[in-house]
């Protein structure tokens, strides 16, 4: 049983984006990794994406929710931060791509709703139901 759920954000029939919701490094923890297509940058898609996911995310009982990005990658760090998310930490890592510059931000925000003592709620049924974030067709 996966504990990895996906989003697709679409516009009309196209998906231009998604979020995906990991199991993070804490035990009610999570992880948010996310992408735009690179014709709907700044329109403000990623961050009504990592919005809805983040909500999502509390709703189902996570206690915090993480993300990692370039330190060079100022448009998902904007993202973040529109989000509420607060600066944890620099760290150094090994470039994996022709973009990386080898130093990561790593990101968290808490749950401000109450607390699942238990953790998230999730059922196999809901592991298996595809999310859809529907975005208007008059723009952002």
Same mark, same amino acid.
């Given at each position: 049983e996966?504990?990895?759920?996906?989003?697709?954000g679409f516009y009309k029939d196209t998906c231009i984006g998604m979020v995906v919701i990991c199991p993070g490094n804490t035990t009610y923890g999570a992880e948010l990794i996310y992408w735009v297509d690179k014709e709907h940058n700044g329109q403000g898609v990623a961050t009504k994406? *990592? !919005? @809805?996911?983040?909500?999502?995310?509390?709703?189902?009982?996570?206690?915090?929710i993480e993300c990692h990005t370039d330190a060079s990658n100022l448009g998902s760090?904007? *993202?973040?931060? %529109? !989000?509420?998310?607060?600066?944890? @930490?620099?760290?150094?890592? @090994?470039?994996?791509?022709? %973009?990386?510059?080898?130093?990561?931000?790593?990101? *968290?925000?808490?749950?401000?709703?109450?607390r699942n003592l238990f953790g998230?709620?999730?059922s196999a049924l809901d592991l298996l139901r595809p999310r859809t974030i529907?975005? !208007?067709?008059?723009?952002?």
């Open positions: 996966s504990s990895y759920e996906h989003f697709g994406m *990592v !919005n @809805e996911a983040t909500e999502h995310a509390f709703r189902s009982g996570y206690w915090t760090q904007k *993202v973040l931060e %529109k !989000n509420n998310f607060g600066y944890a @930490e620099k760290y150094s890592c @090994e470039p994996r791509g022709l %973009k990386d510059s080898g130093q990561m931000i790593a990101w *968290v925000k808490f749950n401000p709703y109450g998230p709620k999730r529907h975005l !208007n067709t008059r723009g952002f």
